[in-house]
């Protein structure tokens, strides 16, 4: 009974170009993932403390900047006429 049943290994072919280009391009791809996460995760100290120092307003002056008047609404533009010849 031993002798009907086949343990030999099955037949894989060997993998394609394109294959490899797709297993190794999701590796890559992953590799970028975890390392965009854990860019997000991660604090940066450095450029937190650059960016504190920009946002401080330096003097009055610059911050208060007149407004620049808004068309009104209610006033209609007039129609412009072609010349007549």
């Known amino acids: 009974m031993a002798s009907e049943l086949d343990f ?3 037949e894989i072919p060997e993998p394609t170009f394109m ?7 999701l590796f890559f791809g992953a590799i970028f993932q975890l ?3 854990l860019a997000i995760i991660l ?8 960016d504190s120092d920009s946002f401080e307003p330096k003097n009055s002056e610059t911050v208060k900047k007149p407004k620049a008047t808004a ?3 209610s006033k209609k533009p007039k129609k412009e006429t ?3 010849r």
């Open 8 to 10: 030999s290994p099955p």
């Open 19 to 25: 294959e490899n280009v797709l297993r190794y391009g």
């Open 35 to 37: 390392i965009c996460v």
């Open 43 to 50: 604090p940066v100290s450095k450029s937190h403390k650059t």
């Open 71 to 73: 068309p009104q609404i």
């Open 82 to 84: 072609k010349k007549k």
